[in-house]
């Protein structure tokens, strides 16, 4: 992330334009106060509980919502707990022991107290309990995270033509290919990859995401009112550390992760696209792919989800176009989520029997993967033995190449990789170094097909 300077823009409505679009001097609504450390720009601790963007009376419930969950606790241990400075953290409970909620057991420093909480306090948690379960660091505002992932976006290096290259020169793909790779990842559009199984649809989602290399800070979980919605899930992103010095600098609601790459496949439903209610722990959670915010969400496999291909790309038809998605609280309110991320869809069935045209408009790119001439078969068999140091003859390849067409196979770019994999097998089983001669590609063609 660009540090922080005169470069900073205006809220950006559109996520393609964000990253082309001259730098304006007016700060996004709702951004968080950020300092430089190191270059890096991070959301700065908050000095009042004004600066959280939560009510003093939320930060209070969620206070006690956690001091009901020990026997006694320090004013630095809750504020480890809810992440957030000892001063706003202290103010809280020194008004809940007013109030009679919590209780004074002794200092355990100069700012830090011992509390317990009262018999009252555990009357007016169970009240709480019932309406919000979340116990954890305190959130951020949806604004504030909108904010701020508009921003990050915002400063986002434009992609260059060689970083597309080089992120992707593992696969052997046409000219004309490689262009529309590298216009999808500059632009941030959407991406729709379709072809027979086996040529790299998927693992060119996945090297595409690559091209952009960068953190990001996203937050532990967002309020509306009183509802949670956890948003960091150490299933899906990956934590760096913070910069250095950052300690009683940076706001700890906030998490820097890697930018997030988030793949789905058959098990998507319409309802995993949706806010998970919890009724026992009375949060939410938020669906994957605002978890794929300021990253990659990759829906693999599309088409062969338990639901029809129609309804799905009828749920992605807003999001897509106006980056928003409108998301349901368990009442029933509607809560507009940013939808800022580059989309890939990818797909092995016929074009015609997933998607409509109203849908295909709406994606930024269309690319067509085939099965591979036998020139790109070779080149592909090659590059892929030389990983081993492996030279492999004309003569062998011209017999694999015919085997394929005596027995009418179609060509598929993953398997020179396959085979050769095989290969590696049985040269291991016989504790043998790896070579690639006719009897071992008999072993590993009759292994991987099934048949002599």
């Not at 823009?9 to 950020?34: G, H, R």
């Not at 508009?150 to 004309?176: F, G, K, N, Y």
């Not at 959670?285 to 605002?290: C, G, K, L, Y």
């Not at 989309?343 to 295909?360: G, Q």
Request: aromatic content about 8%.
């Amino acid at each position: 992330m660009a540090s922080i300077s005169s470069d900073l823009t205006a809220e950006i409505s559109d996520p393609i334009t964000a990253v082309t679009s001259p730098a304006t001097p007016q700060l996004p609504a709702n951004l968080p106060k950020l300092i430089d450390l190191g270059g890096i720009a991070c959301p700065a601790i908050p000095e009042a509980v004004e600066d959280t963007g939560l009510d003093a009376a939320f930060v209070r419930d969620l206070g006690l919502r956690l001091a009901n969950s020990v026997p006694n606790f320090t004013t630095d241990w809750a504020a480890g707990q809810l992440c957030l400075p000892m001063q706003i953290v202290d103010e809280a409970f020194w008004q809940m022991k007013d109030d009679k909620l919590v209780e004074i057991l002794g200092q355990k420093g100069p700012f830090s107290y011992q509390y317990a909480i009262t018999g009252r306090g555990r009357e007016h948690a169970q009240r709480l309990l019932e309406i919000s379960g979340y116990v954890g660091p305190a959130p951020v505002s949806l604004e504030s995270y909108t904010a701020l992932l508009d921003w990050q976006i915002a400063q986002r290096p434009l992609v260059t033509s060689q970083a597309v290259r080089d992120t992707i020169s593992e696969l052997v793909m046409p000219e004309h290919s490689v262009q529309v790779a590298e216009l999808a990842v500059s632009s941030g559009r959407s991406l729709f990859l379709f072809g027979p199984a086996g040529n790299g649809k998927t693992s060119l989602g996945r090297m595409l995401h690559n091209a952009i290399d960068e953190d990001l800070w996203i937050p532990h979980c967002i309020n509306i009112g009183n509802n949670v919605i956890r948003i960091l899930d150490d299933q899906s992103h990956d934590v760096v550390d913070p910069p250095a010095d950052s300690a009683g600098k940076v706001d700890r609601r906030w998490v820097r992760i890697r930018r997030p790459m988030i793949v789905v496949g058959g098990e998507m439903t319409l309802e995993s696209l949706d806010l998970s209610y919890s009724k026992a722990l009375r949060f939410y959670e938020a669906p994957m792919h605002v978890k794929a915010n300021g990253g990659t969400f990759l829906i693999d496999d599309f088409g062969r989800q338990r639901v029809d291909p129609a309804e799905l790309l009828n749920r992605w038809i807003i999001p897509m176009e106006h980056q928003v998605d409108h998301l349901t609280l368990h009442t029933g309110q509607k809560i507009i989520m940013p939808f800022r991320l580059m989309l890939i869809v990818a797909t092995n069935l016929s074009v015609d029997s997933v998607a409509d045209p109203a849908f295909l408009r709406r994606m930024g790119y269309r690319l067509h993967l085939d099965k591979p001439t036998p020139d790109i078969y070779r080149k592909i068999f090659r590059n892929y033995a030389a990983r081993f140091g492996i030279e492999v003859s004309s003569e062998l390849l011209s017999k694999l190449l015919e085997r394929y067409e005596r027995e009418q196979r179609d060509l598929r770019c993953s398997e020179p990789r396959d085979l050769i994999e095989r290969v590696r097998d049985a040269c291991r089983l016989r504790g043998e170094d790896l070579r690639i001669d006719q009897p071992l590609l008999d072993i590993a063609w009759a292994g991987y097909f099934g048949n002599q």
